[in-house]
């Protein structure tokens, strides 16, 4: 059974960061492209950032490019996604999700999670 667990939200004040981890299991991780999307609350999910399957190229949504970081760890079947210069616009749920063979990487929004998600709350 395929899972997609994230961790390491919590609650952050204007400016400070954060470093997400998203755990997979139940697929051949190394050969799929992956995704973090996020939820703030009473909006739809909206795509963050993506990474192809080797982790050799990275795509950002223009609101967090420059400030956030995704990356991934073949070996441990592992996802992160860090985050700098955090504003209260980001505070939401995210999610990291498997990108279908020959998709692009924003159409995982067109699923839901798979995933229990992750706070991530930005307040003074």
């Known amino acids: 059974e395929e899972q997609l667990v994230e961790s390491g939200g919590g609650l952050v004040q204007p400016g400070g960061s954060l470093r997400l981890s998203c755990a997979a299991s139940?697929?051949?991780?190394?050969?799929?492209?992956m995704s973090w999307v996020r939820q703030a609350p009473g909006k739809g999910l909206e795509w963050v950032s993506g990474i192809v399957h080797s982790g050799n190229n990275a795509y950002y949504a223009d609101s967090v490019k420059g400030r956030f970081t995704i990356s991934r760890d073949n070996a441990k079947n592992m996802l992160y996604l860090q985050l700098n210069s955090l504003k209260t616009e980001d505070t939401a749920m995210y999610y990291c999700a498997k990108v279908p063979r020959g998709s692009w990487f924003t159409t995982v929004t067109d699923t839901p999670p798979r995933g229990p998600g992750t706070q991530v709350t930005v307040s003074s």
């Open positions: 139940g697929f051949t991780f190394n050969m799929y492209g």
